[in-house]
């Protein structure tokens, strides 16, 4: 009785494919695109309405001098880097579509837009170790994940 149930597939819809997708994949690429979507928001909404009037106003609420000089490292860090994280993110909905349709070049260009993505804050600020070890953990988890899907997708 319960295998008469239609899924409503297209068979010209690559999202509705009689491949089995494994569970991990479909996992890391839906939060792959929650994270890029989130980040193109941000870089979209920065781009657009944070302008030199808007950071003034919001330095001048800050109560120190520290404070402010850290404010505007950052501004200036965003002003730079915005367009790049744009561009990137919208690379990596595509590479990670690809992995969900079975390509393995979605996951070779995953690896590279995350080498990227890791490597333009240091495009404006001095370059430091540190920094790149940190931010590069989670990079690095995803693409193990994603590693460990390999043998699923196609050549």
């Given amino acids: 009785m319960v295998n008469n149930v239609s899924r409503f597939e297209n068979d010209n819809d ?3 494919d009689d491949k089995e997708r494994p569970t991990l994949l479909k996992v890391l690429c839906i939060l792959s695109w ?8 941000t ?4 781009s657009i309405y944070v ?8 330095i001048a609420l800050l109560p120190n001098d520290e404070m402010k000089g850290m ?9 730079n880097t915005s367009i790049w994280y744009l561009l990137l993110y919208l690379g990596n909905i ?13 996951f070779y260009g995953y690896i590279l837009i995350q080498i990227l993505i890791l490597f333009v804050p240091f495009l404006i600020t ?3 170790i540190s920094q790149l070890v940190t931010s590069s953990l989670f990079p690095m988890i995803f693409i193990f994940l994603y590693g460990i899907n390999v043998k699923h997708l196609d050549s």
């Fill in 51 to 58: 302008d030199q009037s808007v950071k003034q106003e919001i």
């Fill in 126 to 128: 001095p370059f430091q």
């Fill in 14 to 16: 690559p999202l509705f």
């Fill in 94 to 106: 595509g590479v990670v579509y690809l992995m969900w349709n079975f390509k393995k070049n979605g």
């Fill in 71 to 79: 404010y505007q490292k950052v501004f200036d860090l965003m002003d």
């Fill in 43 to 46: 870089s979209t909404i920065y």
């Fill in 34 to 41: 929650i994270g890029s979507g989130i980040q193109i928001i």
